[in-house]
């Protein structure tokens, strides 16, 4: 619940074993995490142990640097938090990150800061646009496929922003692709109908898409 007027840095140099806690905290300015070391894995026996860093329901007024030699052992939580500015996440580390009910004008990644194949928690995060990284449907689906389960939401969102930055072609594939992971948890009696959906019309977003399967 800490009010800082500027900004907070924990960078170059810095480190940290045991759980670095902002929780709710209000920064004016940046929050500035770039080179920074956070350490705190789980252990059976240590409570409050496996969040490394912990900033649910944070409001940085600026961006949020996580990049440039970050590294986490141990849950990045930013479950709530509110960045005016960027996300960025480039050349960082993550064991995993948790951006449930998230927000951030733009996100700025690779796929080296992309959390192994569990570890990624997306579900209602909200971002304006991809301002570095990864931009293509094809690479961006391949991030979402990271999540520790499937939920709808990641998928809109990532679909509107390809649209709104004109790729009209890679928000039809993450449509399709949405779809298509939805009817894979119906009942198995359901799957024929989903192959029938998906091989002729792309569950209804290839009607303006030539040779729909091929790669895009």
């Known amino acids: 619940g800490a009010k800082v007027a500027g900004s907070v840095h924990l960078r170059n140099g810095f480190g940290a074993e045991g759980q670095v806690r902002l929780f709710g905290t209000e ?23 496996g969040i490394a860093l ?22 990045v939580r930013l479950y709530g938090a509110q960045i005016g500015g960027d996300l960025e ?9 948790d951006l449930t009910n ?3 004008g733009a996100i700025l990644d690779d796929e080296k800061s992309w959390p192994k194949s569990g570890k990624l928690f997306l579900d209602g995060f909200a971002y304006g646009h991809i301002a570095g990284g990864p931009v293509t449907a094809t690479e961006r ?16 969102q990532l679909a509107k922003v390809l649209r709104e930055a004109g790729d ?6 993450v449509c ?14 359901f799957r024929p109908a989903s192959l029938l959906l998906r091989g002729t019309i792309g569950y209804g977003y290839a009607s303006s898409m030539p040779h729909y399967g091929a790669p895009l």
């Open 141 to 156: 689906l391949g991030w979402l496929a990271r999540q520790a389960s499937f939920t709808r939401h990641p998928y809109r």
């Open 102 to 104: 998230a927000s951030a």
């Open 176 to 189: 399709a692709e949405m779809e298509r992971k939805t009817w894979e948890g119906e009942s198995w009696i």
């Open 27 to 49: 920064i004016g300015g940046h929050l500035v995490c770039n080179g920074g070391k956070f350490q705190n894995p789980v252990k059976a026996d240590a409570v409050g142990s």
């Open 54 to 75: 912990e900033a649910a329901t944070a409001k940085v007024t600026g961006h949020a640097f996580l990049g440039d030699g970050f590294a986490a052992e141990g849950m």
């Open 89 to 97: 996440c480039q050349l960082g580390t993550f064991e995993s990150l």
């Open 168 to 173: 009209d072609r890679g928000w039809r594939r």
